[in-house]
């Protein structure tokens, strides 16, 4: 169960923290994703295929001539050369841009990210470590109230899903008080 926090200033009425994956499970409009999405990465310089293609030929050459020299047995250093660049050439241009692009991919922690929602007097905020959303009490058009949970349904299409694991003991009253001394419709 996630950890709700207790309100820390008087304008909050309650704070709830869920699984992204679970407050966006009903979510038609597609806007939610956008709590769950980092910040745009910088984007790297990626080679072009047909580029990549002639680089990592050139070095594959130059490291067949120089192992193919060291069967000759004439003159090594030239070999010794040879394989020094192809690897060179490998490696800049193929082996680590791949590595740093790895590296640079966000972690699949980042795909399901903790959402706080706080209710307060005068606004819903949900709140994700990538975005956050501001809504006013008057753009929540209802709720409903189910077995499982509670939908919240907001005018631009988003419709929240709160699970019941997320409410502790009278988190789930409050919020239902709260929802109806704002006057909101429950569907």
Aim: aromatic letters at 10%; hydrophobic letters at 40%.
């Amino acid at each position: 169960m996630p950890e709700n926090e207790t309100a820390t200033t008087p304008d909050e009425v309650l704070i709830l923290k869920l699984p992204y994956s679970d407050m966006s499970r009903y979510d038609s409009s597609g806007r939610l994703k956008e709590l769950a999405q980092p910040a745009e990465p910088t984007k790297q310089a990626t080679i072009n295929p047909v580029k990549r293609f002639i680089v990592s030929t050139v070095g594959i050459f130059f490291l067949m001539v120089g192992l193919i020299g060291f069967g000759g047995g004439q003159n090594n250093l030239i070999s010794i050369v040879c394989i020094f660049f192809g690897i060179l050439v490998i490696w800049t241009f193929i082996a680590r841009p791949e590595m740093q692009k790895r590296k640079a991919a966000p972690p699949s922690a980042a795909r399901n990210p903790e959402v706080s929602i706080s209710f307060n007097k005068q606004n819903i905020v949900m709140h994700s470590p990538f975005n956050q959303f501001k809504k006013e009490w008057s753009e929540l058009n209802g709720y409903k109230k189910t077995k499982k949970g509670m939908h919240l349904n907001f005018s631009d299409g988003i419709e929240a899903y709160l699970p019941l694991e997320a409410f502790y003991e009278g988190e789930l009253k409050a919020l239902t008080a709260l929802l109806q001394n704002k006057k909101i419709i429950q569907t």
